[in-house]
């Protein structure tokens, strides 16, 4: 996005220089936390448990996206759901892949049977590798592209993946709010701005064309991947490609029902923070101004002002 | 002035208040930083306050792991039984138990150096091939060490001997070399065989100096240790600092990092201790 010219573009036309730093996941946390940066993006989960938790007050201004197979659980031997308690499970503990995981168990009426899974918090760098070179090991739940990697390996199926929970893993671009609020107003032309070059983007990746080949091979090689790999994750991402259809899952009441999932899991996990006594102690704001928890501690707000305003085409 | 001078002599309190400064820098700094961030994010838990850590800690050696499911009723038991189930006990018996197995492993390392130093062609089979092996980064090996060992407790007990054991057998070996070739040859003229010169002279005079080698590699064999225990684990200190940074506990992290390094350093201590009881004789040249 920084060298198609298309940032720049509209950062000139709102009067703000940005720049683009790329981290690795988990760092790019970090540092947001720290409030070394300004923006990030970062799926719906981390960004209650990591910002919004550490009482750094966090607004999310875009809904880019949701897992639709991008996250999978995967076994060897054919088993089931049902014959994975009492078995060992690679994945990242108390992440993304947790989360689906437990919702598989609880949408297959499994979730009593929870306690008797062992979790082996396996690092995301080598769980490919841990996972296909040993065999004794039957399950593993991972992301893209690493699951289209295990899936070659021989006698390894899926057995539920995100398509499975549309909408409950999301990524959003999220903003410090402190930013947001500067009174010069450089925050909200920031927003505005990042905004205007996020849907150009989605428009260029969304039509068919020469030129969509050409900004899906730079994303991909940004990212260390190849095109066809890129293209595959794609099919199992569904991107809200306009900003109708992300203001439109901004708006909804299903939001509302994955955010109450998630905090949930998150309190239940301690990832609100050994001392967070309840929930509500880190409340979500949405767009229609309803609030899950205390309306004093509010830490996490959906905005969805500037998706509206790029799909009324005011920017 | 003679306050810069190689004949310099500081007195006892000088010596003692200048061997603390740093500390005290280091730690006040830390908590002058820490005390502004929280006044601006009471909340923060990127720099927790020395009451968030003295709390951490003592959930940490008092309560049992989240995902444990000991009897719930905690407050009944006696306090020592509480600190057995506790989630810092677990995390550094589970630790303590594989850095023990890999020390322990490494004493069949100091053997094979010293009969590659005393057997020319023992020293000829292994020599080249340690010396290759000492310069391989086990670290990039982990696939590999995944087909071989698996990802459970012997991968990362291998994963530390791999590391550090070539290290350990060439010292053995160079110490071994180094042994004064006069004394040798005297044990052979007083009677003794190939092998009483080996243990019984060989062997007693390089013993403290391995030990103080090994000493010097406690860290490495840590390092080891945590980089496995983060790969994949169910259990262990550096498993519980992985999942914790997952949501920035630090107040639990910062007291995990020091009792690690507590706990090092006794290990060390308690090894020139020994050094010192077992072989009274000898002085560090």
């Known amino acids: 996005m920084a060298k198609s010219g298309i940032l ?50 966090t607004t999310a201004v875009i809904i880019g996206d949701y897992s639709n197979g991008n996250d999978a ?8 759901l049902a014959q994975i308690p009492g078995k060992r499970v690679l994945l990242v503990e108390k992440t993304v892949s947790q989360y689906l995981f437990e919702r598989a168990m609880a949408l297959n009426n499994l979730a009593g049977e929870l306690k008797r899974v062992k979790f082996v918090n396996t690092s995301d760098s080598d769980i490919a590798g841990a996972f296909l070179s040993d065999t004794s090991q039957e399950v593993v739940v991972t992301w893209k592209p690493l699951v289209s990697q295990i899936l070659r390996g021989k006698g390894i199926t899926s057995v539920f993946d995100s398509s499975k929970i549309p ?12 930013v947001l609020n500067r009174p010069d107003g450089s925050g909200q032309r920031f927003a505005k701005a990042v905004a205007g070059a996020w849907y150009d983007m989605m428009a260029q990746m969304s039509k068919p064309g020469p030129q969509q080949d050409k900004v899906l091979t730079g994303i991909a090689e940004a990212s260390q991947d190849s095109l066809t790999s890129y293209k595959e994750q794609l099919s199992t991402t569904h991107m809200f490609y306009t900003a109708q259809a992300a203001y439109d899952m901004g708006k909804s009441d299903q939001l509302k029902k994955t955010m109450e999932l998630v905090r949930q ?46 799909a009324g085409g005011k920017l | 002035m003679s306050l810069l001078r190689i004949h310099a002599q500081p007195n006892r309190a000088t010596v003692w208040m200048l061997s603390w400064l740093l500390f005290a820098a280091g730690v006040s700094s830390y908590f002058w930083v820490s005390r502004d961030r929280h006044r601006d994010n009471p909340d923060d838990r990127v720099m927790p306050t020395i009451q968030q850590m003295v709390q951490g800690f003592a959930d940490a050696t008092l309560k049992p792991a989240e995902d444990d499911e000991v009897a719930a009723a905690a407050g009944q038991q006696s306090l020592f039984a509480r600190i057995q189930s506790s989630m810092l006990w677990k995390d550094t018996k589970a630790t303590g138990r594989r850095f023990l197995l890999s020390m322990a492993l490494l004493f069949p390392a100091v053997m094979l150096g010293l009969h590659m130093g005393m057997f020319p062609h023992i020293g000829a089979f292994f020599l080249r091939f340690v010396l290759f092996f000492d310069k391989i980064v086990a670290l990039s090996l982990l696939p590999i060490l995944f087909i071989a060992f698996g990802i459970d407790e012997l991968a990362k007990v291998m994963l530390i001997v791999i590391g550090v054991a070539p290290t350990i057998i060439l010292d053995a070996f160079n110490l071994t070399r180094g042994v004064p070739r006069e004394q040798i040859v005297k044990g052979f003229t007083l009677g003794a065989g190939d092998f009483s010169v080996t243990y019984r002279i060989v062997l007693k005079q390089i013993w403290p100096r391995v030990l103080n080698s090994m000493r010097l590699n406690l860290k490495a064999v840590m390092l080891f240790l945590f980089a496995g225990e983060m790969i994949a684990s169910t259990d262990g200190l550096a498993y519980r600092i992985a999942l914790l940074r997952r949501h920035m506990g630090m107040d639990t992290i910062i007291p995990y990092v020091l009792w690690v390094a507590l706990l090092l350093f006794l290990v060390d201590f308690g090894m020139r201790t020994l050094n010192r009881k077992l072989h009274p004789w000898f002085q560090e040249a």
């Open chain 1, 8 to 57: 720049k573009k509209w950062g000139d036309k709102y009067g703000v220089a940005i720049k683009v730093q790329r981290f690795d996941y988990a760092p790019s946390l970090d540092a947001f936390v720290a409030k070394n940066i300004d923006a990030c993006a970062m799926t719906n989960m981390e960004a209650l448990d990591m910002p919004a938790a550490s009482g750094v007050d």
């Open chain 1, 265 to 310: 899991f998150c309190f239940a996990h301690g990832l609100l923070g050994e001392k967070t006594k309840s929930p509500d102690d880190v409340a979500i704001r949405f767009p229609d101004g309803s609030i899950q928890g205390k309306s004093d501690r509010v830490r996490l707000r959906f905005d969805a002002t500037y998706m509206q305003a790029a």
């Open chain 1, 167 to 178: 909408g409950e893993i999301l990524d959003l671009l999220v903003v410090r709010t402190e």
């Open chain 1, 73 to 80: 659980v995967l076994v060897r031997h054919n088993i089931g």
